[in-house]
């Protein structure tokens, strides 16, 4: 996909969702495993400072358990049998999540089936798991059914699930008429959460000043902390903030090394400046490489420098440059 430069309105407008599972052969059996050792006795030993967990109201309960995945959900459920019986309901909201998943990927020995997706994930988001409401929220609005997308991305937000605050904040900044204050807002609840896409998100409503005070400082302060956290595009603005001095104290080390690893990443602008670096100072094997893999990515001003560097390779190193383009791999990141 190509991207675009700094920043744009439109840029990093895809939601999040709980990420897949990846299935596997002895899923049910565990699956039953996990049941039969929560329907076991609770444990006997009492808690050392004598606090008493079963005394928590079951809807305060369900609402602090709404955004959490199996394994801490799991947990929870083990602390005494008052919880147990409290969080039944999500632990069936899991095995919904998980059915809508496959159907949504059509994984799991299943085909793929929208409307069975959604299916399932308003079961799970109807027993309280914010998860459930974020991914049946993503179909909606795939759908163009944006007002029930944002009525579950806030029920989603207002549990405190940083998935569906993220996604609040961006359907604020694309709904008709847009809310940029309200999408500040829940950009920057997802954001001291840890969400790198809100964080990115709120970076470029600061830069132009969307729902807020223009402010550079702040926005690269954003862009960096979600470059940091491996997102992608934050990798590439960080790299341009510390390279023009805008919110970043100047530094040509900085802006090479964010640059680089938006470039290994997969960003086609990055590997076409990344590119262009490597041949002012000379190393034109790696330069072709990474020009190669601009062009192939839409970069279409790439093509003419690459060409200009092939001509000045012999044939042999030609060969190889291309030969490493096409073995190459992204690294993992968080887009």
Not at 108 to 131: P, W
Not at 269 to 295: C, D, I, N, P
Request: glycine residues 8%; charged residues 25%; contains cysteine.
């Amino acid at each position: 996909m190509k991207q675009k430069t700094w920043p744009d309105r439109s840029d990093g407008v895809r939601f999040t969702a709980f990420p897949l599972s990846k299935p596997n052969e002895n899923e049910d059996k565990i699956r039953l495993s996990r049941r039969s050792k929560i329907g076991s006795k609770p444990p006997l030993t009492p808690p050392a400072d004598g606090t008493d967990f079963s005394a928590l109201p079951f809807d305060i309960l369900t609402k602090i358990a709404a955004s959490f995945n199996f394994p801490n959900l799991l947990a929870a459920s083990l602390v005494c049998r008052s919880w147990r019986d409290g969080l039944r309901p999500l632990r069936e909201a899991m095995v919904l999540l998980r059915y809508g998943k496959r159907f949504k990927h059509g994984r799991g020995g299943v085909r793929r089936n929208l409307d069975k997706a959604l299916d399932s994930f308003l079961k799970g988001a109807a027993c309280g798991s914010t998860l459930a409401m974020v991914d049946a929220g993503l179909i909606y609005w795939e759908r163009g059914l944006k007002e029930e997308a944002i009525a579950l991305y806030q029920k989603a937000a207002v549990l405190g699930d940083p998935a569906g605050q993220c996604n609040l904040g961006i359907s604020y900044l694309h709904a008709q008429p847009q809310n940029h204050k309200e999408a500040v807002k829940w950009l920057y609840q997802a954001s001291i959460g840890g969400h790198v896409r809100a964080q990115y998100q709120l970076a470029l409503c600061l830069h132009q000043g969307l729902g807020v005070h223009r402010n550079l400082h702040e926005a690269a302060k954003w862009y960096l902390r979600a470059a940091e956290g491996g997102y992608v595009r934050a990798m590439y603005n960080a790299s341009l903030c510390y390279s023009s001095g805008v919110g970043l104290s100047q530094s040509r080390r900085h802006a090479r090394k964010w640059m680089r690893r938006a470039a290994d990443r997969g960003h086609s602008k990055a590997q076409f400046e990344h590119g262009l670096a490597l041949f002012s100072e000379g190393e034109m094997m790696k330069a072709v490489v990474y020009l190669e893999l601009a062009t192939r990515s839409g970069e279409t001003a790439a093509t003419h420098v690459k060409n200009v560097i092939l001509q000045q390779l012999s044939a042999t190193a030609r060969e190889r440059a291309l030969l490493l383009a096409d073995n190459w791999r992204a690294l993992p990141s968080s887009r």
